[in-house]
């Protein structure tokens, strides 16, 4: 009986795992789905990001697909820049990391959207991209 009862909480260990990559799989096939019609598109835990033309469309990724999805264009913006701990990123010398991460829009309007990112080297390359894309807008 001693051994079942050190067995047990591995067991809940290994079920907890179960669940948790069966709800990351959940999330990566809503994603697959969303991703589809976009010309280039990024999925990470913090939020996904779909590019069509000159539109940007966002959100944050659920088992049961997108919440909070909002759409923008480049041709609203005003800036473009990456963030890495609220500090703007020099993007030809980018840091090797950051806490916080993010893209980060200024509008036309006064407003300023905020696209969080987990790897400060893929934030990066979108911000390169994007500022092209702009610049040829």
Do not use: C
């Amino acid at each position: 009986m001693a051994r079942g009862v050190l067995w047990l909480p591995l067991l809940a260990v290994f079920i907890w795992l179960a669940w948790a990559g069966w709800n990351e799989y959940q999330k990566l096939e809503a994603y697959r789905a969303w991703a589809e019609p976009f010309d280039r598109a990024k999925y990470d835990i913090y939020a996904v990001l779909g590019q069509k033309g000159s539109d940007l469309t966002w959100g944050k990724p659920t088992r049961k697909g997108l919440v909070n999805v909002q759409t923008f264009s480049l041709q609203h913006v005003q800036t473009i820049q990456v963030l890495a701990d609220n500090q703007i990123v020099d993007l030809e010398n980018p840091p090797q990391r950051g806490r916080q991460i993010a893209l980060e829009f200024n509008l036309l309007d006064g407003t300023s959207i905020w696209i969080p990112f987990t790897e400060l080297s893929l934030a990066v390359q979108w911000g390169k991209y994007l500022q092209q894309e702009w610049q040829q807008l």
